[in-house]
């Protein structure tokens, strides 16, 4: 009998995603590297060719942005990226993430002719290293057309003259953290608006972005939009109309960061705490908001739970810690009833 041929009659209309990509590398990506990494493969199944002006395109992102993204997934080993001797990407090859696949193989570390950036080589949780750059690397990044206009504007955002270490630290975020030209002007503004033009408040900012996945002015933007919104509103609803000192950021950030509480259960503890003092009111709230924290408290609802179970343990008999009389007792004690205090913390 005849071999057979078997035809499909319609062309695939879906794209496979590994579950294993989905486990491990999408939280850790951000919306730029996910759309395109999803393009790709899905060219990929339909044996379709692309190109970064493609992608460009297809995204309205810019193309260095996506030669960024690209070099993002190569560093973790979902691609490899080939490039010809004039250092112009040639070829993007999809990786299999079946372990039972060969490994791939280390990248050929050249720097695209598209972009200053070197493609990054650490993984999500190592902490990218500042390095010492050369004069001939710092010459090299400033006599790029669109360098020199960012380093201008720079000086204008800070009202001086930038120094080496200054530009080094715009190459390091440029270079090292992959931030666009547009990026970095808009670090710099965002920085100064709040009264801060030292480029090590800057760089530890950029880290910030970086770690959050942040790729344009406009995600910047965004993010900085919410959080400014969140410490404005705790500000106001303790009394405050002044912009927070360190010391009040440290335990904002704890409340929001460290806690990870929503906003409204912030406010019910500023509300309680705006009706019991008028002074010392960010440690009164705190105080408030730590007892909520080793309690579970995660929403509004769960307060009352919370504040009625500190009740019941306040009112129960409390054992006599009364100790017998020494050299050191016959000194006059404060009388300071801290129990008492703490209760009218929860009660009020």
């Given at each position: ?96 993430l079946d372990a039972a696949c060969e490994p791939p193989r280390t990248p050929n ?140 950021l440290e335990y904002i950030n704890k409340w929001t960061k460290e806690y990870g ?88």
């Amino acid at each position: 009998m005849n071999r057979v041929n078997i035809y499909r009659s319609a062309s695939k209309t879906q794209t496979s995603v590994s579950n294993r990509f989905i486990d491990e590398y999408m939280a850790d990506a951000n919306d730029a590297q996910l759309k395109i990494y999803l393009f790709l493969i899905r060219m990929m199944d339909a044996n379709l060719p692309t190109s970064v002006s493609d992608i460009a395109d297809k995204f309205n992102y810019p193309e260095k942005d996506v030669l960024r993204a690209l070099m993002y997934w190569e560093s973790r080993q979902l691609l490899d990226l080939d490039f010809d001797a004039a250092h112009n990407l040639s070829g993007i090859r999809v990786l299999s993430l079946d372990a039972a696949c060969e490994p791939p193989r280390t990248p050929n570390r050249i720097t695209p002719v598209l972009s200053f950036i070197r493609p990054a080589s650490k993984m999500p949780d190592e902490k990218i290293q500042k390095p010492a750059y050369s004069p001939d690397e710092l010459k090299r990044f400033k006599s790029s057309g669109e360098i020199e206009q960012l380093l201008m504007v720079a000086e204008q955002y800070v009202g001086r003259q930038l120094s080496r270490a200054d530009m080094e630290t715009i190459l390091f975020v440029y270079d090292r953290l992959g931030f666009s030209s547009d990026l970095i002007d808009y670090l710099i503004q965002h920085c100064v608006e709040r009264g801060k033009k030292d480029f090590r408040y800057i760089e530890k900012v950029a880290l910030s972005w970086h770690e959050q996945g942040i790729t344009s002015a406009q995600e910047a933007q965004k993010v900085s939009r919410k959080y400014d919104k969140v410490v404005y509103t705790i500000m106001k609803s303790l009394g405050k109309t002044s912009s927070p000192a360190p010391k009040e950021l440290e335990y904002i950030n704890k409340w929001t960061k460290e806690y990870g509480f929503l906003l409204d259960v912030i406010q019910e503890a500023c509300d309680k705490t705006v009706m019991n003092t008028d002074t010392h009111r960010f440690a009164y709230a705190d105080g408030i908001l730590s007892k909520w924290y080793r309690a579970g408290v995660q929403h509004k609802a769960d307060i009352a739970a919370a504040d009625g179970a500190f009740k019941k343990q306040s009112a129960a008999p409390k054992a006599d810690t009364r100790t017998a009389k020494n050299s050191f007792n016959h000194f006059k004690q404060n009388a300071y009833d801290f129990d008492s205090l703490e209760d009218n913390i929860i009660s009020n």
